[in-house]
């Protein structure tokens, strides 16, 4: 039950997060996602960001939906069985 009661705490971040215009560049981004800079790049088509200049920046809602992606049961299925 401990697990649950984290994960939703963990959910309700996420949802708050979301509604923020947060931007990051690309080192910034990679660990807030928790990876390597390299593997970061290797993943970057998929996660999404803009190329200004020389610079990538990434919003906050496209790092927390490639989370989304990459998760085994999405957020949504989590809130229906709790």
Same mark, same amino acid.
């Given at each position: 039950?401990?697990?649950?009661? !984290? $994960?939703?705490?963990?959910? *309700?971040?996420?949802?708050?997060?979301?509604?923020? *215009?947060? *931007?990051?560049? $690309?080192?910034? !981004?990679?660990? #807030? $996602?928790?990876? @390597?800079? /390299?593997? #970061?790049?290797?993943?970057?088509?998929?996660? %999404? %960001?803009?190329?200004? %200049?020389?610079?990538?920046?990434?919003?906050?809602?496209?790092?927390? /939906?490639?989370?989304?992606?990459?998760?085994?049961? @999405?957020?949504?299925?989590?809130?229906?069985?709790?």
């Amino acid at each position: 039950m401990p697990f649950t009661i !984290a $994960l939703l705490v963990d959910i *309700n971040q996420i949802h708050k997060a979301m509604n923020t *215009n947060k *931007n990051y560049d $690309l080192i910034e !981004a990679s660990e #807030f $996602l928790r990876m @390597p800079v /390299d593997t #970061f790049r290797k993943h970057r088509p998929e996660i %999404g %960001g803009s190329k200004l %200049g020389r610079r990538w920046v990434f919003t906050e809602k496209e790092l927390l /939906d490639y989370m989304e992606l990459k998760r085994s049961k @999405p957020i949504h299925e989590l809130q229906k069985a709790s």
